[in-house]
Nanobody, 126 residues
Framework: EVQLEVSGGGSVQAGGSLRLSCAAS????????MGWFRQAAGKNREGVAR???????DYADSLRGRFTISKDNVANILYLQMDTLKPEDTAMYYC????????????????????WGQGTQVTVSS
């Protein structure tokens, strides 16, 4: 029903910024639960941020103030602005969404999502 195309990853020095984009194509609606997750080498996947159908946002506690999630409801693009990057932010980043018929509360948890992008690598050097 929906495909997610992720871009914007790359290498950056500590303290720098990156903006990730996730373009949704196929059968889409602007009002849906969408999120960003990441997985560092040797670690479990963790939630980064999510935005619900009302535009309300939630973040991992450790990332508040540095990362900002937003969406362009016209273009169907989800963004993650990452500022003041640290080496520990190095990970594969994934965007995710879910079917339109899901009406659960859009928690920042991977079981709230069933449609995943392919991931983009973010590497932060010292």
């Amino acid at each position: 029903e929906v495909q997610l195309e992720v871009s914007g990853g790359g290498s950056v020095q500590a303290g720098g910024s990156l903006r990730l984009s996730c373009a949704a194509s196929g059968y889409t609606r602007s009002a849906r639960c969408m999120g960003w997750f990441r997985q560092a080498a040797g670690k479990n996947r963790e939630g980064v941020a999510r935005i619900d159908s009302n535009g309300s946002t939630d973040y991992a506690d450790s990332l508040r103030g540095r990362f900002t999630i937003s969406k362009d409801n016209v273009a169907n693009i989800l963004y993650l602005q990452m500022d003041t990057l640290k080496p520990e932010d190095t990970a594969m980043y994934y965007c995710a969404t879910r079917p339109l018929t899901w009406y659960s509360p859009c928690r920042l948890a991977d079981d709230e999502f069933s449609i995943w992008g392919q991931g983009t690598q973010v590497t932060v050097s010292s």
